[in-house]
C-alpha cells in the first residue's frame, strides 16, 4: 500500500525542501522512492534523514508542484530535520539502508520518533481529487495528455460537487500547470 505524504528534508547548509511523496511501509521501515533526479534523494542521502508529515491541506501537494515551497514548517524533536508546522502527524526517520537504483532508490528508514498532533476529520472526495490531480502533475513528462484529460475530467466531478476554498485553490494551482506544461513550461523535479 502506498500513503500519500509530504516529506521534509533538509540539504546539508540548512534549507529546507518540502514535496509530496508516496510511501511505503516495509517491515516495521517506512520506504522512500523518490525518481532521480531528486532534491529529496540527495538530501536524505547527504544527512541521514527525513520527515514523513501526513496533511489534509491538500494545498500543500498542490503548492509543492506548482512552484509554492514556503510552507511553515518547526524543528523535529529527535533529528536534525524540520517538519510541517501543522500536520494531522508525522514521522522522524532515519536512513538504515540504500537500495540503489539509477531510476528510483529505494531509501529504507527507520522511524525514531511520531507523533499525532490532531485527529483526521474524514475523507473529502475533492481532497482525494487534489492529491490524485497533483500525482498527474508530478507525471506530466510521462503520460500522454489524452490521458491526464481523461482523468482531470471525471476528477472534476468531485471538485465541483464537495471542494472548499483549499481545494479550489488548490485545483486552479495545478490546472494552471498542466496549461503551462502544454505551453511548453518544464515540469520541476521534487
Known sequence: MIWETVVTTRAPDGRVHIAPMGIRIEGGRVVLAPFRPSTTLDNV?????????MTDDVRIFAGCLTGRHDWPT??????ACVRLADPLAHRE????????????????CDIVFERTHRPFAG?????????????????????PADKIDAELAYLTIAIEKTAGPAEREAWSWLTARIAQFRGGGRQEKI
Open 45 to 53: 542521502l547527504a544527512t541521514g534523514v527525513a520527515t514523513v508529515n
Open 74 to 79: 518547526v524543528a523535529c524533536e529527535r533529528i
Open 93 to 108: 526517520l532515519k536512513l538504515a539502508r540504500v537500495e540503489d537504483d539509477a531510476t528510483r532508490p529505494r531509501l529504507l
Open 123 to 143: 475523507f473529502n472526495r475533492a481532497q482525494a481529487a487534489v492529491v490524485e490531480a497533483a500525482i498527474l502533475v508530478s507525471r506530466l513528462e510521462m503520460l
